[in-house]
């Protein structure tokens, strides 16, 4: 039977390290930032709504979204950023949503906003991870994002409360990569479970 299932947490709190291992575990993934680099591409529906919201100025040469130039605009301000997500999480649901209608099995859209931009009524299970703060901002500038900008996302991104309240299991990774990897593939067993009872269990 055909389970959906969201991936969430916010910057640099190991989201994309569990979307990989529930892609190893053989589940369909959906990483909506994938999803909204195709749109933003020259030609793409993404590129075309960021243009009629800002203008040339946020467009690279060939047509497409310039990401650090359109990053500076909306990350400073919350109504520019309000309005962009506004235009572009439909085009993101929509294009999940025809990956879902086409795949057997647990699809998995992983999306850092899933909860905030209300896809929780298309899924069957919400997982989010978690990091302390300050570990989110350690890491993402160990992977060469500098610290201002990384501050910035975080704090466009709020403090989490939504999302938690919105998950129906939290993975914590605040401990070592054996720490998560084993919430991982226990959340993985009971999705296997569920899907063959026909039932999901979650758990907090």
């Not at 994002?145 to 919105?166: C, H, I, N, S, Y």
């Not at 569920?194 to 979650?202: E, F, I, N, P, S």
Request: glycine letters at 12%.
């Amino acid at each position: 039977m055909k389970r959906v299932v969201g991936l969430t947490g916010g910057l640099a709190s190991g989201k994309s390290t569990v979307g990989r291992w529930l892609a190893e575990a053989g589940f369909t993934v959906v990483d909506a930032d994938r999803v909204v680099a195709e749109l933003y591409a020259p030609g793409g529906a993404g590129a075309a709504a960021v243009r009629e919201l800002f203008g040339e100025k946020v467009l690279n040469e060939r047509g497409g979204v310039d990401h650090p130039r359109l990053a500076e605009v909306v990350f400073s301000d919350p109504g520019a950023l309000k309005r962009l997500e506004g235009a572009i999480h439909p085009l993101v649901r929509e294009r999940f949503r025809e990956v879902a209608r086409t795949s057997e099995g647990v699809v998995v859209l992983e999306a850092t906003l899933l909860v905030e931009a209300g896809y929780v009524p298309d899924l069957d299970l919400v997982v989010s991870v978690e990091s302390a703060p300050d570990e989110q901002l350690r890491r993402a500038v160990a992977r060469g994002m500098g610290e201002t900008p990384a501050r910035a996302r975080l704090k466009a991104q709020g403090d989490g409360e939504v999302r938690r309240q919105g998950a129906h299991r939290i993975l914590r990774n605040d401990g070592t990569l054996e720490d998560l990897r084993r919430q991982v593939e226990g959340l993985v067993a009971e999705v296997v479970a569920g899907t063959a009872t026909g039932v999901l269990r979650c758990a907090d």
